[in-house]
Structure formats: C-alpha cells, structure tokens
C-alpha cells in the first residue's frame, strides 16, 4: 500500500495526535504539519470520501479500521527505518528527519529485509 506523500503524514499525524490527546481537530493537524487549515480540510474530505476518517459533529476526527491499519503501517514503516539509522551511528534527530522522508518511498521487499535485519542484528 503506497498512498500520496501527504495522505501518508495526514494519516500518521492523526493517528499521534489521537494517541497523545485522545481527540484530534482539523486545526491539531494543521499546527503540527505547519499546513493552512483550508489544506487540512480539503485533505480531510478527501480522507473521509476514501474511507479514512470519520468526522463527529463536534469536528473531532477519528480514523476508520482501515485508516488507522494505513496509519500503524507509516508508524511502523518510520520506527524501522529510524532505528536502522540510528543503529549505523546517525544521530537521533538526523534520524528522524530522514526517516520521515524515506518511509514513503521504501519498498515493502526493503522494509521487510530492514525489519528483519534489526530484529536480528540490533538491540532494541
């Protein structure tokens, strides 16, 4: 499953957000990926027409069983590869900005070979 860039950090940023809030408004999501509001919410409709997201009529966001199985992914896919990096001797923050980037266009073959590898090789 490869969604759009911006799909991927929507999804994901919503997913953290419920997690260390328990409630998660358009405007979180804009503040924490320094997006517009009028982006997130042309974003957020399109996330809600795809079956992503669900919206309550207090404008709280929640993500459906399959957004939030999208979203586990892009955590997943990001933790590996930062713990990769990490393990070669990147530091922390480096790490995590590059994670960010590449856990979009890693394949499943090289994240299934990456989650093997520090499974095996490095301490967790």
């Known amino acids: ?9 929507y999804l994901k940023t919503i997913l953290i957000l419920h997690r260390e809030n328990g409630s998660v ?5 804009a503040e924490t990926l320094h997006v517009t ?11 809600r027409e795809a079956g992503y997201l669900t919206m309550d009529e207090d404008k ?7 957004g939030r199985a999208a979203a586990k992914q892009i955590c997943e896919r ?5 713990t990769l990096l990490v393990s070669l001797g990147v530091c922390p923050e480096t790490a995590e900005k590059d994670a960010c980037g590449m856990e979009h266009i890693v394949s499943d073959e090289t994240l299934d070979r990456i989650i093997h590898f520090i ?4 301490s967790l």
């Open 1 to 9: 499953m490869h969604l759009p860039r911006a799909t991927e950090d």
């Open 78 to 82: 990001h933790r590996a590869l930062k």
């Open 60 to 66: 709280r966001l929640s993500l459906t069983d399959t």
């Open 119 to 122: 499974g095996k090789e490095v």
């Open 25 to 29: 408004r358009s405007l979180d999501v």
């Open 37 to 47: 509001k009028p982006s997130v919410s042309r974003a957020m409709k399109r996330l």
